[in-house]
């Protein structure tokens, strides 16, 4: 009688149902997988290597072959996350139509538009949420996202760049940077000026101090516009310098973002043929699309996100929208995320996106403040008011994840800083601190990001002029210019204390930040300082003070 072994069974079994054989070599798990592929079969063997790279932090993986039709991986994935364990859904491969199987697409859902449809969408919104939502809710019960790239060569290429986004560096301080650009809303000058301040609200109270943040704004009336000729060129320059975040606001389409649109002219920001531009060496930043359409993933064309996802410098993933978004529940989304981020536990970005999407739809106690700012703009000035929980599940449907779900969020570690709060003897500003570790301690005493060191002078009318445009570049760069010093010292692991010089010309309200990084650690801390002037009877009492001492 001819004996097989079971280790043969399990590999034809494995082959018959379609499971890559990186579910099932070696031992069965005794628990159920937590993250389930959907692969097309020529991207199996590559995709072993992603298999591999997460099961050593971890996760129990099962891939599939993906089913002929969109219901038929529902029940799929609905079957497997029978065991209880499944929490992440990764799809690997482009949109296609239903197809026959063993080709490289996987097709996408499609719901009803209720609601985005009155703003001038599409009747039907291209998603992939219906797969990650277990109890037909609409709201997702698993973190999914989606690698739509189209060959071999791409999919390797990435699995890279995700391995070394998330192994150690020396080059660390772009874990500190987030970069937004802006475009104006185009709503009317009441609710543009009522979205631009609650960005502003959101990140300068609830983005912490450590942070360092940028703002590209297309409206030529702010001082956070550079020159609009060049509008693209710093766009992408604030991209390829490394972030946690690359941020755009404002309109968009399934292949370009909106034009900066001057009184005379408009200027491009970025779009599929400017993407080659795109080369960011350390840092790939998340780049989160607040935009319409940029994750159109079922357009004939590759969307905005997608072909910046396959470039070898572009974004390590994507979260945007594959139709028509709107201002009031994508800032409820904005603020869910952002409060998830630096204050949150999650570790994944699929977890993030997965958690803001609840939140956002369910309503939380999280900033409540501000939650209900963004509220009553939304009964004030949407056109449907009355549609507003309507929206904010819409907006679970048609933002996606362009990327890795498993993908480990940056998170610097923090630094613990005190600052003594009366300028010491000779214009010194005392500075201390517990170091968790030996390294490089980098100081800044610099304005807070609501400051300027230089206030701008206000613009009332558009000047075309060369000279006016080349001012404008000028003025954008001192709005960035918040640092007035800079020390760097190298401290052993335990208590340090060190001194920066008080310029004369500081005043006010000031934030001490600190960055220590040696080759395995990155950790960034801040704290708040007023800057008085003190006469020469109060300087001879602080003076007095410190001998004593």
């Not at 710093?234 to 909106?258: K, M, P, Q």
Request: glycine share 8%.
């Amino acid at each position: 009688m001819l004996r097989v072994s079971g280790s043969l069974i399990l590999i034809v079994t494995a082959a018959i149902l379609g499971f890559s054989p990186c579910s099932v070599a070696g031992e069965m798990p005794d628990v159920g997988p937590d993250t389930l592929v959907v692969c097309p079969a020529p991207f199996q063997q590559v995709m072993d290597k992603w298999c591999d790279y997460r099961k050593q932090q971890g996760h129990v993986i099962k891939m599939i072959t993906p089913p002929l039709s969109v219901e038929a991986l529902k029940q799929t994935i609905q079957t497997v996350a029978k065991s209880g364990s499944l929490k992440h859904v990764l799809i690997v491969g482009d949109v296609g139509e239903p197809r026959a199987r063993n080709t490289l697409k996987v097709p996408t859902d499609f719901v009803k538009a209720k609601v985005n449809v009155l703003f001038g969408s599409d009747p039907e919104i291209a998603t992939d949420n219906p797969y990650a939502d277990l109890n037909l809710d609409g709201l997702p019960e698993l973190s999914i996202g989606r690698i739509p790239l189209d060959t071999v060569a791409e999919i390797d290429n990435y699995i890279e760049r995700i391995i070394k986004y998330e192994s150690p560096s020396g080059k660390q301080a772009w874990q500190r940077r987030i970069n937004f650009i802006a475009g104006v809303g185009g709503f009317g000058s009441m609710i543009d000026g009522l979205i631009e301040q609650t960005t502003k609200t959101i990140i300068t109270d609830l983005v912490p101090g450590e942070y360092e943040t940028s703002m590209t704004y297309g409206s030529w009336c702010s001082p956070f516009c550079p020159d609009p000729r060049r509008f693209s060129e710093v766009a992408i320059s604030r991209f390829n310098e490394g972030c946690l975040f690359w941020i755009y606001i404002g309109h968009g389409n399934r292949t370009a973002l909106d034009r900066v649109r001057m009184p005379d002219r408009s200027h491009l920001i970025l779009d599929n043929q400017t993407v080659r531009k795109l080369n960011c060496i350390e840092g790939s930043p998340i780049a989160l699309f607040l935009a319409c359409y940029t994750g159109a993933m079922d357009h004939p064309v590759d969307c905005l996100a997608e072909t910046m996802l396959r470039k070898d410098g572009g974004p390590i993933a994507a979260i945007c929208g594959s139709r028509v978004t709107m201002p009031y529940a994508m800032s409820l989304l904005s603020l869910e995320m952002v409060h998830e981020y630096f204050h949150g536990e999650v570790k994944t970005l699929g977890e993030l996106t997965l958690l803001s999407k609840r939140r956002m739809v369910k309503g939380s106690l999280n900033n409540l403040q501000y939650r209900e700012m963004i509220e009553g703009m939304g009964q004030v000035f949407s056109p449907t008011p009355q549609l507003l929980e309507l929206e904010r599940l819409e907006h679970a449907q048609l933002i996606q994840l362009i990327g890795d779900p498993l993908l480990r969020l940056k998170r610097p570690k923090p630094l613990e800083l005190q600052v003594n709060r009366i300028p010491l003897l000779g214009n010194q500003l005392q500075i201390s601190g517990v170091s968790p570790v030996a390294g490089d301690l980098m100081i800044e005493l610099a304005y807070p990001r609501d400051r300027f060191r230089e206030r701008p002078r206000r613009r009332v009318k558009y000047d075309p002029s060369n000279d006016s445009l080349v001012e404008y570049q000028r003025t954008y760069e001192k709005t960035h210019d918040l640092v007035w010093v800079t020390k760097t010292i190298s401290v052993e692991s335990g208590p340090f204390k060190t001194t920066v010089p008080i310029d004369a010309e500081i005043r006010g309200d000031c934030i001490v930040r600190g960055m220590l990084q040696c080759e395995n650690h990155f950790s960034i801390g801040s704290a708040s300082v007023e800057i008085q002037k003190i006469n020469r009877s109060h300087q001879a009492e602080v003076q007095t003070q410190e001998i004593i001492k």
